[in-house]
T-cell receptor
């Protein structure tokens, strides 16, 4: 089946620093989604991307749909303590009714 | 608009028992997907329902089953529980099952099997 490799697995950063994480796929996708999950809660949708090369922002978050359609990036600028959580990428194949595939997540810790 | 509602929030069962989890999607959403989340494994796809029909199924044993009702509410059932079934079970809904639809998740049901 499809595999999503998300990196890094975890990050410890100082408050105010910028953060970058990425996701790569073994096959092309036509949708990339980024989610954040707080402890004990379900993932919350942050950004949705639908076209190769697309760059979309949501406040301090910016995500890009890679040109090859096999990768996506999420950047967080000027991190704050409430950015702590697990960030998941997810992608969907263009072929038929296929489910959303998730990466294993990037655990972000912010040191005040 | 209310979000995705999952009940119960927490559940403790013993090996060999069965369990039924419930999910009410966002009003107007017709597609419901279920995922299993365990530490270090991320979200593993279980199944997806649309208009009371199973559209996709993940690589889980037949002990895991589900259904969707005419009001789009969904249930999943796990029979003959094993210790390894302990996980957070997440339900997500979307408008339909087209490839560009975003999934919106509930808070999950935390299942512990003793």
């Amino acid at each position: 089946g499809q595999q999503l490799n998300q990196s890094p697995q975890s990050m410890f950063i100082q408050e105010g620093e910028d953060v970058s994480m990425n996701c790569t796929s073994s096959s092309i996708f036509n949708t990339w989604l980024w989610y954040k999950q707080d402890p004990g809660e379900g993932p919350v949708l942050l950004i949705a991307l639908y076209k190769a090369g697309e760059l979309t922002s949501n406040g301090r978050l910016t995500a890009q749909f890679g040109i090859t359609r096999k990768d996506s990036f999420l950047n967080i600028s000027a991190s704050i303590p409430s950015d702590v959580g697990i960030y998941f990428c997810a992608g969907r194949s263009p072929s038929g009714n296929t489910p959303l595939v998730f990466g294993k997540g990037t655990r972000l810790s912010v040191i005040a | 608009k209310a979000g995705v509602t999952q009940t119960p929030r927490y559940l403790i069962k013993t090996r060999g028992q069965q369990v039924t989890l419930s999910c009410s999607p966002i009003s107007g959403h017709r597609s419901v997907s279920w995922y299993q989340q365990t530490p270090g494994q991320g979200l593993q796809f279980l199944f997806e329902y649309f208009s009371e029909t199973q559209r996709n199924k993940g690589n889980f044993p037949g002990r895991f089953s589900g259904r969707q009702f005419s009001n789009s509410r969904s249930e999943m059932n796990v029979s003959t529980l094993e210790l390894g079934d302990s996980a957070l079970y997440l339900c997500a809904s979307s408008l339909d099952s087209s490839s560009n639809e975003k999934l919106f998740f509930g808070s999950g049901t935390q299942l512990s099997v003793l």
